[in-house]
């Protein structure tokens, strides 16, 4: 398996305060994705990083922001939590663009 | 508007049986495509893979067979197993460093 992590794997929260999800991995791996999980919905891109300070929006990329200081992190940020911002998130890496390994989720509830 | 759609959200098939997951797709210039499966309370795993140079890509139990005209392609799963009940995603993509769009997924049930 690849070596991916992310934390916490369960959050609560509460409506307007910040969250930080963290994305680890050892792999060494160019790319790096932020997923969200939601019924009906799939998997829908939030931000992904293409390398060390490269990051680009996805599909669903408001309330959210990133940050990629080192290889082996990729930072997922609500400034804001919402209601409907409670979800699945997955990270994902690749060395290249295609072959993704995604790691274990963590579910966020905002309250 | 959704560029990869499942539209099958569920299907049960009795063990033993083919499986046959599809996927249609409208974006001509994707040209390569993958599977996934999820377990409940896991991230997605890659199962098997396709490029549109070809039609048919075989890794044991499954098949996945690409129909360029008609932008389709379905995942085969023979015989199925109890173990393949799960979550399935299509995800296709363009050349040129693009990152994946997947489906909603279609939740298959092997019932012994």
């Known amino acids: 398996d690849a070596g991916i992590t992310q934390s916490p794997r369960h959050k609560v929260t509460e409506t307007g305060t910040p969250v930080t999800l963290r994305c680890h991995q050892t792999e060494n791996h160019r790319y790096m994705y932020w997923y969200r999980q939601d019924p009906g919905h799939g998997l829908r891109l939030i931000h992904y990083s293409y390398g060390v300070k490269d990051t680009d929006k996805g599909e669903v990329s408001d309330g959210y922001s990133v940050s990629r200081s080192k290889t082996e992190d990729f930072l997922l940020t609500l400034e804001s939590a919402t209601s409907s911002q409670t979800s699945v998130y997955f990270c994902a890496i690749s060395g290249d663009w295609t072959s993704q390994y995604f790691g274990p989720g963590t579910r966020l509830l905002v309250l | 508007d959704q560029q990869v759609k499942q539209n099958s959200p569920s299907l049960s098939v009795q063990e033993g049986r083919i499986s046959i997951l599809n996927c249609d797709y409208t974006n001509s210039m994707f040209d390569y495509f993958l599977w996934y499966k999820k377990y409940p309370a896991e991230g997605p795993t890659f199962l098997i893979s396709i490029s549109s140079i070809k039609d048919k890509n075989e890794d044991g139990r499954f098949t996945v067979f690409l129909n360029k005209s008609a932008k389709h392609l379905s995942l085969h799963i023979v015989p199925s197993q109890p173990g393949d009940s799960a979550v399935y995603f299509c995800?296709?993509?363009?050349?040129?460093?693009?990152?994946?769009?997947f489906g909603k997924g279609t939740r298959l049930s092997v019932i012994a």
């Open positions: 995800a296709a993509q363009t050349s040129g460093n693009t990152p994946l769009v």
